[in-house]
């Protein structure tokens, strides 16, 4: 039998359609709905709502856990809570570490806030890399230029990302060290939702989530003067609850960034390119250096370059490994024909 308050799960994230699945997987066991709000190698932290409760996963399911996930758990009188279940997420935002292993951010999100600071961090590139990850889960993203109140040029900044990116997202510039920005993302911190914070580190990510918490709960700290490059103080992905009801999930920062994307993904990052396509003087034009391309001349050069590298991307990643085998050999046998001519 499933224990359990709706209204008080629900303002930390719970939907219909995941209490129903949480209803199933109970049945007449004694059980209690938790989201997960820490995770580490041996312990898990879950919230219902008034109270995080350490638990142990059971060994099968403890691999696939991310915070966000909601989970069933066994109470017990004394010592940590046992981990049975875990409720299949309606999303995840994942990436492909160095290894090429997935690694998921975070489960169940609403909104992607996507920070990048208005200093040596600005980089449109690796936003639009972002966009990607956002895109490849369903999450709605919304772009955040933290550091406003160090840059001069805070407007052509907004204004060059909103001729640049097709469809172009929300985008707001903020200081994150004023309660005021509470007010400008008042729209996506309703009760229920759930937001991650995502960006390279130094970006403000933690500075921003205090001001939303209301409180420095998150260590922040200093960049490197050259670079803008933070020491990530973030080291664990979180889960906290603001005074308004939504949740926000901060992230360690990441630099390099292998969104776990798919052509279709893509192609709704970059509608400008696939409507533009159309135009193009040839039906198989590859928007490099064809006459009468209508990308080409439509399109920002430098986006152009890395939708380029993204789709070349991700055309590897859905290859079998036999096929990449091939690619290799056959691209060591153009190098080695153009180094004898």
């Known amino acids: ?47 219902d709502g008034e109270s995080e409760w350490q638990a142990q996963a ?19 009188a004394e010592g940590p809570w046992r981990l049975i279940d875990r409720l299949e997420p309606f999303n995840q935002l994942a990436r492909f570490n160095e290894e090429g292993a997935r690694q ?9 806030l996507l920070v990048m600071g208005l200093d040596g961090d600005y980089n449109p590139r690796r936003l ?25 040029d805070t407007a052509d900044r907004v204004a060059e990302l909103e001729r640049r990116l097709r469809p172009a997202p929300p985008i707001l510039a903020l200081n ?16 229920g939702q759930t937001l991650v914070l995502l960006g390279s580190s130094g970006a403000g990510k933690s500075t921003l989530s205090n001001a939303l918490l209301g409180e420095a709960i998150q260590t922040v700290g200093d960049v490197r003067d050259d670079d803008s490059r933070g020491r990530h103080t973030t080291t664990a992905r979180t889960l906290l609850q603001c005074p308004g009801g939504a949740c926000i999930i901060d992230t360690p920062g990441v630099r390099g960034l292998q969104a776990p994307l798919d052509v279709q993904a893509l192609a709704g990052s970059f509608t400008d390119i696939v409507e533009l396509a159309d135009r193009c003087q040839f039906r198989d034009c590859r928007h490099l250096e064809e006459p009468g391309c209508a990308v080409k001349a439509g399109v920002d050069a430098d986006r152009l370059r890395n939708y380029h590298k993204l ?23 153009r190098n080695k024909a153009a180094r004898r001519r």
């Not at 219909?16 to 209803?23: D, V, Y």
């Not at 890399?129 to 001069?152: E, F, I």
């Open 1 to 47: 039998m499933l224990n359990f308050d709706f209204s008080r799960l629900a303002a930390i994230g719970l939907t219909p359609l995941l209490l129903q699945q949480a209803l199933v997987l109970a049945g007449d066991q004694d059980r209690r709905l938790v989201r997960v709000c820490r995770v580490q190698r041996d312990c898990i932290w879950g919230h």
């Open 58 to 76: 059971l060994h099968h399911v403890h691999g696939e856990l991310a915070v966000g996930d909601w989970a069933l758990c066994q109470p017990r």
């Open 104 to 112: 998921v951010y975070a489960s169940n999100v609403d909104t992607a």
């Open 128 to 152: 639009e890399r972002y966009l990607g990850l956002a895109a490849s889960a369903g999450v709605a993203p919304v772009v955040v230029l933290s550091k406003a109140d160090l840059c001069a």
């Open 176 to 191: 994150g060290n004023d309660p005021s920005c509470r007010e400008a993302l008042a729209p996506w911190l309703g009760e």
């Open 311 to 333: 789709l070349r991307e991700t055309r590897r990643l859905e290859q079998s490994p036999l096929q990449r085998q091939q690619q290799r050999r056959e691209w060591k046998a």
